[in-house]
């Protein structure tokens, strides 16, 4: 069983940045195809960006040029810099980490993320 957490959620004002780390157990990290997800209040969960285990990158149209993935597999964490943040970003952000290959799947139990105008 992989355990996966997120941290670095919080409050921030409109045009601020932040930070969100996730980080997964075991030893096989470097092999996960990583992904953010966020779920604003009355919304369905979308995704927001994903890595995969190659560093292939992608991202949601609307966070394009604001927020940037990234991984560092050595401290089996991954990121999500977040810049120029407005109210629309408000949401319990979550990460995924997932194993195709081994049929492997987890999740983490997300970080609220408010702005405020």
């Known amino acids: ?18 930070r969100l780390s ?3 157990s075991g030893s096989i990290f470097s092999r ?8 604003a209040p009355g919304k369905q969960r979308e995704l927001v960006a994903v890595i995969t285990d190659d560093g292939r990158i992608h ?7 604001r927020f ?3 991984r560092d597999n050595a401290k089996n964490t991954a990121y ?3 810049t120029s943040l407005n109210p629309d970003d408000t ?6 980490a997932d194993h195709p ?3 492997l799947n987890f999740w983490g139990q997300g970080t609220q993320v408010t702005v405020s105008s």
């Open 91 to 96: 949401a319990v952000y979550y990460c995924n």
């Open 59 to 65: 991202y949601t149209d609307s966070v394009k040029g």
């Open 101 to 103: 290959l081994l049929r």
């Open 32 to 39: 996960y195809t990583m992904r953010w997800y966020r779920q």
């Open 1 to 18: 069983q992989v355990q996966v957490a997120e941290s670095g959620g919080g409050l921030v004002q409109l045009g601020g940045s932040l």
């Open 80 to 82: 999500l810099q977040m």
């Open 68 to 70: 940037t993935i990234s």
């Open 22 to 24: 996730c980080t997964a």
